[in-house]
């Protein structure tokens, strides 16, 4: 696609401007060409469905405006890549996790969207301490008298879920190219009934997406066939080598939150999460949870769960 040469004169020029100029534009759409149009990315990652010219320049313009610019992943992709090649890789590694958070987002959202219209219009449910912004806003059941908010951590929010027992799903058909569970609304309502008579106290919108989404798996899962496997498998020989791995790592950082970035590197300096909780001033929860967090962006980098901690070791040596 381009030289060794001509991407160390556009890294020099982003470097010096931040400015993506027209050089470098192009070089971002045919990244993202070459995936689309080459039958190497599902309709389902498309914003609508299928992957003509439209959708295609929507998810790109998205991806440099999201992802490349706000996260400063590009910063992170022209900083860790002296060549070519794995500029490149890293890059078309990015656009993919992009286009799969935002289908999961999607369908965490529209479960969202639903679970609010029912708390807000449902006889059952009440909004006992309004905020200005709903999704902090202190939900709870009508008939309680004077209820405190929730003082536990979200994994303990999460196990009250799977006490309540199985939910009936339903698929979208396969032609729809969505492969998330969805709850039908009777489900939906038993199960929000459930986690407050479990909870006991009252509940935002942020907890119950959290929830939601680590209850019902809503992150897209990866299909491939036999044959797809196998090939993969034979191109890729032992995995990923090492500047892959690099590269899968410094895009994962870009990604973390300073928090998280700040407590994955106090674990691994020996501090105990008791330590960490001090220093940062957040709550246990908060600490474990901001660990997994930071472990699913290593997971999601990597690709495969094998390769995971390969990535972590990388991601806790830039750190260091």
């Known amino acids: 696609m381009i030289g060794d040469e001509q991407y160390t004169a556009m890294r020099a020029r982003f470097r010096a401007s931040g400015d993506i100029d027209a050089e ?18 599902a309709p389902a990652l498309s914003p609508s469905g299928i992957w003509d010219s439209d959708a295609f320049a929507d998810a790109v313009h998205g991806w440099v405006e999201r992802r490349l610019l706000r996260t400063g992943a590009l910063h992170a992709a022209f900083d860790h890549a002296s060549a070519e090649r794995p500029f490149l890789r890293s890059l078309e590694r990015s656009f993919r996790h992009y286009l799969e958070s935002e289908r999961e987002r999607g369908e965490i959202d529209n479960l969202v969207s639903r679970t609010h219209a029912l708390l807000r219009d449902g006889a059952g449910f009440r909004d006992w ?6 999704s902090d806003t202190w939900w709870g059941l009508s008939e309680w008298v004077d209820p405190g ?14 006490s ?8 979208y058909r396969h032609t729809v190219g969505r492969a998330s569970p969805v709850l039908a609304t009777g489900e939906l309502l038993r199960l929000l009934g459930g986690l ?79 330590q960490i909780r001090e220093a940062l001033g957040v709550s246990r929860g ?27 070791e990388k991601m806790i040596d830039a750190l260091s």
């Open 286 to 312: 908060t600490v474990d949870n901001e660990l997994r967090r930071a472990g699913m962006v290593a997971l999601r980098h990597a690709g495969e769960a094998d390769d995971a901690t390969r990535v972590l």
């Open 129 to 134: 301490v309004p905020q200005a912004q709903a």
């Open 164 to 171: 309540l027992g199985s939910f009936e799903l339903f698929q």
């Open 196 to 274: 407050f008579g479990r909870a006991e106290a009252l509940l935002t919108l942020r907890l119950i997406a959290a929830v939601l989404a680590r209850r019902f798996d809503l992150a897209p899962p990866q299909l491939v066939t036999d044959e797809e496997a196998e090939a993969e498998e034979v191109a890729s020989g032992s995995g990923p080598d090492e500047s892959e791995l690099e590269d899968a790592a410094f895009a994962a950082i870009a990604e973390l939150t300073r928090r998280q970035a700040e407590v994955l590197y106090r674990k691994v300096a020996g501090e105990t999460l008791e």
């Open 149 to 162: 908010p929730w003082q536990g951590s979200e994994d303990r929010l999460l196990a009250l879920a799977w």
């Open 24 to 41: 470098l534009y192009d070089v971002l759409m045919r990244i993202g060409r070459g995936l689309a149009h080459g039958g190497r990315l």
